[in-house]
């Protein structure tokens, strides 16, 4: 399913084309893989829709990609055909602690073809065994949703017993309320969310305490992770963080529909007493490579919406335009 131009969805287009190509052949140090099944990730719309445009068209997205080790490339020796692996959002980088801010990243179906496919390729240093615990449908959000929410938590520097917000309750922060309620039993949980539905389900995953976008928690918060794609919920974040608190924004990009928001910024409401903003930038393959065996511990349990991997605009349209709750990934049979 190939990316062939940018433009704003809309609720009856198509956005990605059917194509048949050749299979992809590793390279030096690369598998290929077989790919069983693939998340769908908000950031595909922002490639959609240009927000993060792919540097050439056409271009194959998706990553949150779980398959099987199909062929190895010359000199790739860290995995044995059959194994099944996942890869996320970085499909290439630096190697290092800060590879993910390194002009040298590259992203998984941005910059490199990715997992909407039957077949990709990889280096074989961003491929990550998948925990026996989880089938391919559960593990593919894991691969982007649940690995860069664990990133944003780090980048939170709680401590068990602070309270911890969530603005937004999607495919991200359902796993991330999970993680944080195993690596911080004693800290409270407050969830802001648009839609009732999605607030009941974050109230069933054990939080403290659910409102609306709008509203106030009933305790102050050390720190809250932003999930959205808008614009209001990071100022009404700012006026639920205690002094000294922190907000993590993540995301790949924000939307403009909402940006007016901003103009409600008030310093003494939302910033001052030392109020602090970090943005979370990527995922670098520590990071994943943490992950998935802390997900296996807790266990996670994503929520799924499985589409056949025919169904994949009809997938991207619902993320776009219906109530979400929980995760969507594409599934589908491997040939032969």
């Given at each position: 399913m190939q990316l062939t131009r940018i433009g704003l969805m809309s609720a009856d287009e198509d956005p990605l084309d059917p194509v048949e190509l050749p299979v992809p052949e590793p390279g030096t140090g690369e598998i290929r893989i077989r790919l069983l099944a693939c998340g769908v990730c908000h950031t595909e719309?922002?490639?959609?829709?240009?927000?993060?445009?792919?540097?050439?068209?056409?271009?194959?997205?998706?990553?949150?990609?779980?398959?099987?080790?199909?062929?190895?490339?010359?000199?790739?020796i860290r995995h044995a055909v059959g194994d099944r692996v996942g890869v996320g959002w970085i499909h290439h980088s630096t190697g290092d602690l800060r590879e993910n801010l390194s002009p040298a990243f590259r992203a998984t179906g941005r910059d490199a073809n990715g997992g909407y496919a039957e077949f990709m390729t990889v280096p074989e240093q961003y491929a990550y065994p998948i925990p026996n615990c989880f089938s391919d449908i559960e593990a593919a959000p894991l691969l982007c949703a649940g690995a860069v929410g664990y990133r944003a938590i780090k980048l939170t520097g709680v401590h068990d017993s602070q309270a911890i917000g969530l603005t937004g309750f999607g495919g991200s922060a359902h796993l991330v309320l999970q993680l944080v309620r195993h690596c911080f039993p004693n800290s409270p949980t407050a969830v802001f969310a648009r839609d009732p539905a999605q607030r009941e389900h974050a109230l069933a995953l054990g939080a403290s305490w659910a409102g609306a976008t709008e509203n106030r928690a009933p305790?102050?918060?050390?720190?809250?992770?932003?999930?959205?794609?808008?614009?209001?919920?990071?100022?009404?974040?700012?006026?639920?963080?205690?002094?000294?608190?922190?907000?993590?924004?993540?995301?790949?990009?924000?939307?403009?529909?909402d940006k007016d928001a901003l103009l409600r910024l008030r310093y003494e409401t939302h910033l001052w007493q030392e109020k602090q903003i970090q943005s979370v930038a990527n995922v670098t393959a520590a990071d994943i490579a943490e992950f998935l065996p802390l997900a296996a511990t807790v266990p996670l349990k994503p929520e799924i919406e499985v589409y056949a991997f025919a169904d994949a605009n009809r997938a991207l349209r619902d993320l776009r335009f219906a109530p979400l709750r929980g995760a969507k990934v594409l599934a589908f049979t491997a040939p032969g």
């Amino acid at each position: 399913m190939q990316l062939t131009r940018i433009g704003l969805m809309s609720a009856d287009e198509d956005p990605l084309d059917p194509v048949e190509l050749p299979v992809p052949e590793p390279g030096t140090g690369e598998i290929r893989i077989r790919l069983l099944a693939c998340g769908v990730c908000h950031t595909e719309l922002d490639e959609i829709e240009g927000r993060t445009r792919p540097p050439r068209l056409p271009i194959i997205p998706g990553h949150e990609a779980v398959g099987r080790v199909d062929a190895l490339g010359d000199q790739a020796i860290r995995h044995a055909v059959g194994d099944r692996v996942g890869v996320g959002w970085i499909h290439h980088s630096t190697g290092d602690l800060r590879e993910n801010l390194s002009p040298a990243f590259r992203a998984t179906g941005r910059d490199a073809n990715g997992g909407y496919a039957e077949f990709m390729t990889v280096p074989e240093q961003y491929a990550y065994p998948i925990p026996n615990c989880f089938s391919d449908i559960e593990a593919a959000p894991l691969l982007c949703a649940g690995a860069v929410g664990y990133r944003a938590i780090k980048l939170t520097g709680v401590h068990d017993s602070q309270a911890i917000g969530l603005t937004g309750f999607g495919g991200s922060a359902h796993l991330v309320l999970q993680l944080v309620r195993h690596c911080f039993p004693n800290s409270p949980t407050a969830v802001f969310a648009r839609d009732p539905a999605q607030r009941e389900h974050a109230l069933a995953l054990g939080a403290s305490w659910a409102g609306a976008t709008e509203n106030r928690a009933p305790f102050a918060l050390d720190a809250i992770i932003d999930t959205t794609p808008a614009w209001r919920p990071v100022v009404e974040a700012l006026a639920n963080l205690k002094p000294g608190g922190r907000l993590v924004i993540n995301a790949i990009r924000k939307e403009d529909g909402d940006k007016d928001a901003l103009l409600r910024l008030r310093y003494e409401t939302h910033l001052w007493q030392e109020k602090q903003i970090q943005s979370v930038a990527n995922v670098t393959a520590a990071d994943i490579a943490e992950f998935l065996p802390l997900a296996a511990t807790v266990p996670l349990k994503p929520e799924i919406e499985v589409y056949a991997f025919a169904d994949a605009n009809r997938a991207l349209r619902d993320l776009r335009f219906a109530p979400l709750r929980g995760a969507k990934v594409l599934a589908f049979t491997a040939p032969g």
